[in-house]
C-alpha cells in the first residue's frame, strides 16, 4: 500500500538521524572531552529539532487517515507497525510547541539548579522550581489525556510503558506492600545470622574490564555488534548494530562493576536481539521501558545472582583477581555478598528486595502530583512517612538523601519510576515460565546458557514491538502481570 | 544586512550537522565494531544527502544575489564570509544529480575492485573502472571549469586549493625538476658515508602512547579540546572545540607514531586555533588542504626533525622507554635515524627529500588525463620514466607498488595530490620568514615553543579564510608562493 510505504520509508529516514543522535549521544558521555561540549550541545539541539520537525511532519495525519480507510487489507505486522508509527507521531504531535519549549527551559533550570541545591540539602530552593516543572507535567498530562482519552497520569505512564495505568498499578504494588516490608526484616534478620566477608580490594581496572568482557561473553554479548567502555553515569546506548553499554570501575569492589555490565549487558542483548528485518522502524523497536528493563534484570539478579552463576562468576573472579585461596572469593560466601539486603536512603544503590520500596513511594507520590491531590510542599513529609513505613529509615530534614536524591523528576519525567519495579514483576514471571519448560539451573550450572537466551529471544527480543506487553507476557507465561510470581521469587531466594 | 544574516545562519545550521557527521566518521574509524558499518553507512549517506540539498537549496541564489547588490555595505571580513560561503554553495549546486550519482558509483566500484585488484598486480582489471572514473571527472571537470571560467584541471584544484593553477604548479614544480634528481643523489651519497643505528623495539604501545601524548603537549595541543586515538589510516578529524588524532603504533619502530602523531598534531593545532567568532562558517574554516599539510609539516618537517628538536625528543625517548645508555639513543644518532633518507617506491612512506618526486609524477600524469592529453593506458609506462627519471626505480609490470599504490584516483579525487607538496614549499618559506624574527632554534632548545605557535597563530590559524592563500602568504611572508625556500631548506639539512 503507497502510503503505507511513504510512512515505513519516512520513520526509516528519522532512524538514520537516531542513529546519529545515539552515537554522537555515547560519544557525549564517553569520549568527548570537556572542552567540546558547548558545540556538541549545539550540535545534538539542532538534530532533535530536526527530528522532531520530520516527526511531526504535516503530511504523515493524511497517510495514516488513508492507511486507516484501508487498514482491513493489513497484516498483523502492518497493523502493530502502523499503530508503532502512530504512537510516536501523536506522541511528537500533540504538544503545542510553547508547551515543548516551557518544559525545556523549567526543566533544564531545575536540573541545573539541582545539582548545587543537591549537595546543600537546599529543599526550599529546589522546591521553587519543581513547582514550575510539575505545573507545566500537570499541563503536558492532560493534553496527552486528552488525545489518549484517558486519565492524566495514565497519558505519562504511556510514554514508557504503553498500555499501563495507574489502577493496575496501585493494584500490583498494593499487593507488594502487603508482604514486602515484613519480608525485608525477616530477611535482614535471616542475614544477620550468615557472616559475609567481604572482598577486599584493590581489583585494578584492566582485570575488572577482563573479567566484565569474559562474562558479557558468556551473556551471549557480540562484540560484532557493541563495545564496553566507561562513563560516569553507566547506560547502555548505540544502536542495535552497534550496540554502546558502559559502566565505572571502584578498585575496592569489583562485584559493582560486575553486576552492572551484567546489568547493561541483558539491555544490549534485548537492542541486539530485535528483528533485522523490522530494523529501522517503530514496530521493531523494543516494546517499552518496562520490558527492557525485565531484560537487565533478568540478567542481572535471575541470572547472575543466583547460586549456580555465582558458581561461575566466582571460578572466573578468582582466576581475574588471582584469588584462589582468598576466604572471600569463596563460593557460598561470593553468593551471599551478592545477595546482601540492606535498608538504605539511596535507590540506586539498593539491592533487589529493598528496591520496590524505593518505587513505590516515588510512585504513589507523583501520581498523586500529578491528580492533583497533593503539592509538592508535601513530597517531604510523605517520603519521610513511606521510608520509615518500608524501611525503617527516617529521611526527615534529609533532603538530598531522601526526596532531592534523584534526577527524574528535575526535567518532568513523570511515569518513568514504575518502569523500574514492573521490569523487575515481569522479569520474575518470565523466569517462572522459563523453569516450566527447561531446567534453568542445570544449563547455568553446564556454563552454556543458549537456551535460556533462545527463549528470551524467541518470547521477548524478536517480538519487538509487535503486540503489547500484556500479550507478550501471555503468550511467553500464560498470563498477564501477576505480582505474585515476583513474591515467591524473593521468598524463595531470600528466606 | 537581512539577507548576510540568513546566509550565516543557514551555514551555521548546516555546521552543526557537519559537526555530526565529523564525529560518527572519526568513531567508524576508531570505534565501531565491524558489524555496525552496514547501518552506519546507510547513516551517513543519508546525513550527506540532507547536507547536500541544505547546501544546495534554491533560496540561496535569490540571498546570494541580493547580498551581492549591497556588498559595497559589506566589511572586508563580511566580503570573505560572503565569497567562502558562495564557493561552497557554488561547488556543491553545479553538479548535475545524474553526474553526481554516476560519479559516487563508479568511484566506489572502482575502490572497492582496487582492493583486490591491487593485491593481484591487476592493472588490466584496475585500468577498466579508472577509465569511467576519468570520463566522468572530465565532465566534472568541464562543467566546474565552464561555471568558474577557468581551465578544467584547475577547476579541480580549485576544489582543494583555492586559487592555484596547473600554469603556477607547473613553474613551481618545474623548477623543482632542475635540481631534485641531483639533490637526492647527493644526499644519499652523502649518507652512505654514515652509519645509523636502528633503534631495536619493542616499544610497548602504553609507553609509545605516554611519549605522543607528552610531545603532543610540549607542541601546545589541548586536550581540553581534543582526543588521541588508534586507527588504521593516520588522520585529524572532529571539530575545532573537540579534535580527534589518530595514529597507530608500530612496536619495533617508535619513530613512526612518533612522527605521524607530530605530523597530526600540526593539522590538529590549525583547528584549535581557527577563530571562535567565525566558528560555523566557511570563512572560519581552514584556508584550503595545501595550507593545513603546511601546518603538519611545519610541525613534523622543520620543527621535530630538526637537531634541537631532536634533543627534546631524545631525552623523553630515552626516559619513556628506559634507554638511557643505548647508543642507538644518543642525540646524534636519533637525529639521523629521524631524516634517513632513501628513494622507495611507496609515497605514504617516503622521506621529505624524496617525497616530491613521487607528488611531480602524479601532478603531471592526473593533470594530463583530465585534459585529454593522454589516456589510462599510458599510466603505466609514463609512472616508470618517471621514477626512474626522480628517484632510479623502475616501476615495470610492478603496479601494486607503482601506479595502483594510492586510492585517491580511485573515487575520482584528481586535483589534490599536489597539495602535498605545496604544503612542504609553503612550510619552508613560512619557517624561512619566522627565523627572520624568532631565534627559532633557540627557542625550540629552550622547551617553551609558544613564540613560533604565536607566530603561526597570528599568521595563518586566526586567519582562517578571511584572506587568499596568496595574501597569507604574502602577509606572513612578504612574497607569494617561492619554491626557492624549500630548496634552501632541504639543501641547508641534509648537504
Ligand atoms: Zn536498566
Ligand atoms: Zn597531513
Known amino acids: ?33 570537556d572542552g567540546g561540549n558547548h558545540a556538541r550541545a549545539d550540535a545534538m539541539a539542532e538534530l532533535a529539532l530536526y527530528c522532531h520537525q520530520q516527526m ?25 507497525s502502523v499503530a508503532e508509527m502512530k504512537r510516536q507521531w501523536q506522541q511528537a504531535s500533540v504538544l503545542p510547541d510553547t508547551l515543548v519549549k516551557a518544559k525545556s527551559l523549567a ?67 498494593g ?30 581496572q584492566a582485570q575488572q574490564k577482563a573479567l566484565g568482557e569474559h562474562v558479557m561473553k558468556q551473556l551471549g554479548f557480540s562484540f560484532e555488534y557493541g563495545r564496553l567502555d566507561i562513563s560516569t553515569h553507566p547506560f547502555c546506548g548505540g544502536v542495535p548494530t552497534d550496540v554502546r553499554i558502559t559502566t565505572r570501575y571502584d578498585e575496592q569492589d569489583f562485584t559493582s562493576a560486575l553486576m552492572g555490565v551484567i546489568h547493561e549487558t541483558g539491555h544490549a542483548r534485548y537492542e541486539q536481539g530485535l528483528p533485522q528485518d523490522l530494523a529501522g ?24 545472582r543466583s547460586a549456580p552463576f555465582a558458581t561461575l562468576i566466582c571460578q572466573q573472579a578468582k582466576q581475574a583477581f588471582n584469588r584462589q585461596d582468598d576466604p572471600a572469593f569463596q563460593v557460598e560466601n561470593l553468593h551471599r555478598v ?28 507523583e501520581r498523586d502530583l500529578i491528580s492533583g491531590k497533593m503539592e509538592v510542599d508535601h513530597i517531604p513529609e510523605r517520603w519521610d512517612t513511606a521510608m520509615q513505613q518500608y524501611l525503617g529509615l527516617s529521611t526527615a530534614g534529609n533532603y538530598k538523601n531522601g526526596c532531592m536524591q534523584d534526577i527524574h523528576w528535575t526535567d518532568g519525567s513523570f ?6 519495579t514492573l521490569g523487575a514483576l515481569y522479569a520474575a514471571q518470565l523466569m517462572q515460565a522459563m523453569r516450566q519448560q527447561l531446567d534453568v539451573d542445570g544449563i547455568i550450572a553446564s556454563g552454556n546458557l543458549s537456551p535460556i537466551f533462545d527463549w528470551l529471544s524467541q518470547h521477548i527480543w524478536q517480538r519487538a514491538s509487535t503486540t503489547s506487553t500484556d500479550n507478550l507476557l501471555k503468550d511467553a507465561t500464560g498470563e498477564t502481570l501477576n505480582p505474585a510470581h515476583f513474591r515467591e521469587y524473593i521468598q524463595g531466594r531470600y528466606l
Chains 1, 2 share one sequence.
Not at 499487593?175 to 584493590?202: F, N, S, Y
Not at 539511596?346 to 507520590?365: C, G, K, Q, S, W
Request: aromatic share 10%; charged share 25%.
Open 1 to 33: 500500500m503507497e502510503q503505507l510505504d511513504k510512512l515505513e520509508a519516512h520513520f526509516k529516514r528519522l532512524s538514520h538521524f537516531q542513529h546519529l543522535a545515539a552515537i554522537c549521544g555515547w560519544d557525549q558521555a564517553t569520549m568527548m572531552p
Open 281 to 304: 522502524l517503530p514496530v521493531g523497536q523494543a516494546r517499552s521501558m518496562g520490558v527492557h528493563e525485565s531484560q537487565s534484570l533478568f540478567f542481572e539478579m535471575q541470572l547472575a
Open 338 to 365: 551478592l545477595t546482601e539486603v540492606s535498608p538504605g536512603y539511596i535507590r540506586v544503590d539498593a539491592d533487589e528486595v529493598t528496591y520496590p520500596a524505593h518505587i513505590m513511594l516515588r510512585y504513589d507520590i
Open 175 to 204: 499487593a507488594l506492600k502487603q508482604w514486602l516490608p515484613e519480608t525485608i526484616q525477616a530477611v535482614v534478620d535471616k542475614q544477620a545470622q550468615q557472616p559475609v566477608i567481604t572482598p577486599k580490594g584493590p581489583f585494578p
Open 415 to 420: 511515569g518513568y519510576f514504575p518502569t523500574y
Open 107 to 173: 526543566g533544564a533550570k531545575c536540573e541545573h539548579a539541582w545539582r548545587q541545591q543537591r549537595q546543600d540539602n537546599d529543599w526550599d530552593g529546589f522546591a521553587k522550581n519543581l513547582k514550575e516543572v510539575v505545573a507545566l507535567a500537570r499541563e503536558e498530562a492532560h493534553i496527552r489525556a486528552d488525545q489518549k482519552l484517558c486519565a492524566p497520569y495514565d497519558a505519562l505512564l504511556d510514554l514508557y510503558e504503553p498500555g499501563m495505568t495507574a489502577e493496575r498499578i496501585d493494584e500490583v504494588f
Open 56 to 80: 511531526t511532519q504535516p503530511e504523515l495525519g493524511d497517510w495514516f487517515a488513508d492507511v486507516d480507510e484501508k487498514s482491513r487489507h493489513l497484516s498483523a505486522t502492518q497493523k502493530a
